[in-house]
């Protein structure tokens, strides 16, 4: 049974030798160093989340997202027509993000993550995805729009431009790329926007995964089931859902199960673990399903990460009876 991670890697560690970005980061703010050095110290740290990762036995591993400061950081960043806004809570986190404001048409080359997944594939031994914002979320979450007379509009456009991303990416040899959209299940209300989003992705790159989590999917499962991508990600653990007696309306999707509780430094037990995938085993096919946390484990001490992907891997290979390497 396959298993993966979702989002960014906890950037700082306990240990002394795992704060050295944190401490980049303060020179970089006193002009002490520049933006090449800074660089080296994000590509360590990369390399780092990667070995972590690997080391957990996690099948398919992405970059740990070192370099995004946010979900939507690094194409608000990037994209022309966009600029970093004021701070807000991102969702019902702790933790904040920049709004975007939008200043004039959105435009982008389509270079935003290219070097970045450069510099993963380089490094990474395991199978190795890439990944990029929604639209959706990218439309919902933004500040102040100066161009774009509606949200269809916003979203449309949103859209577009990540197509353009995943094009890129695709270019650059990413066969399977995450799109992070928590705002297709946060806003149901505006499930058939999203679908007319997706369908300018679809050809735009092989295995897209549309990635949602914080909120049970209830509301649009069945919707889900006809978005143009080939793997569906939920979030089983954030909230009470009803996902694992309709998981059948995937028929022929991969299904991205949020098992482990990213937002919680609990540790699951790999018996929960199994536990989880063997209900979704009744209405699914193992080759059909794929164990994750249920977000990004920036949320967590890199240890309690550690541990998790630990956990994760293990109770995989208690519901297929692999043996864990000691």
């Given amino acids: 049974m396959r298993t993966t991670v979702i989002g960014a890697y906890p950037k700082i560690g306990d240990a002394l030798e795992a704060q050295e970005l944190r401490r980049a980061l303060h020179r970089r703010d006193r002009g002490e160093v520049g933006d090449v050095e800074l660089d080296k110290v994000y590509d360590e740290v990369t390399r780092a989340a990667i070995g972590e990762i690997e080391g957990a036995g996690v099948d398919t591993v992405n970059d740990g997202q070192i370099r995004w400061d946010d979900l939507l950081a690094p194409v608000a960043r990037s994209w022309t027509g966009v600029e970093q806004g004021p701070l807000e809570r991102f969702y019902d986190n702790n933790t904040y993000y920049r709004q975007p404001v939008?200043?004039?048409?959105?435009?982008?080359?389509?270079?935003?993550?290219?070097?970045?997944?450069?510099?993963?594939?380089?490094?990474a031994k395991a199978r190795l995805k890439a990944g990029v914002p929604g639209p959706l979320t990218f439309a919902t979450l933004t500040a102040r729009d100066d161009q774009y007379r509606s949200i269809e509009e916003r979203t449309l456009a949103a859209a577009d431009a990540i197509a353009k991303e995943i094009?890129?990416?695709?270019?650059?040899?990413?066969?399977?790329?995450?799109?992070?959209?928590?705002?297709?299940?946060?806003?149901?209300?505006?499930?058939?926007?999203?679908?007319?989003?997706?369908?300018?992705?679809?050809?735009?790159g092989h295995a897209l995964a549309l990635v949602t989590y914080f909120f049970p999917a209830d509301a649009v499962l069945e919707s889900l089931a006809s978005f143009p991508v080939g793997v569906i990600g939920l979030d089983v653990r954030s909230r009470e859902t009803t996902a694992f007696e309709r998981l059948d309306a995937f028929r022929t999707q991969y299904v991205l199960l949020g098992v482990v509780d990213a937002r919680n430094t609990r540790l699951e037990t790999a018996e929960?673990?199994?536990?989880?995938?063997?209900?979704?085993l009744k209405l699914l096919p193992q080759e059909r399903l794929i164990l994750a946390p249920t977000t990004s484990l920036e949320y967590l001490p890199r240890d309690i990460a550690r541990a998790k992907l630990a956990a994760l891997v293990e109770g995989a290979r208690l519901v297929t009876g692999e043996k864990v390497p000691a």
């Fill in 167 to 204: 094009a890129g990416l695709a270019a650059a040899g990413a066969r399977m790329i995450d799109i992070e959209d928590p705002a297709v299940v946060a806003a149901p209300k505006y499930i058939e926007l999203a679908r007319e989003a997706y369908a300018r992705l679809a050809d735009a």
């Fill in 272 to 280: 929960e673990v199994a536990g989880y995938a063997e209900r979704a």
């Fill in 102 to 123: 939008i200043t004039g048409p959105i435009t982008t080359t389509g270079q935003s993550l290219v070097r970045d997944y450069g510099f993963a594939k380089g490094v």
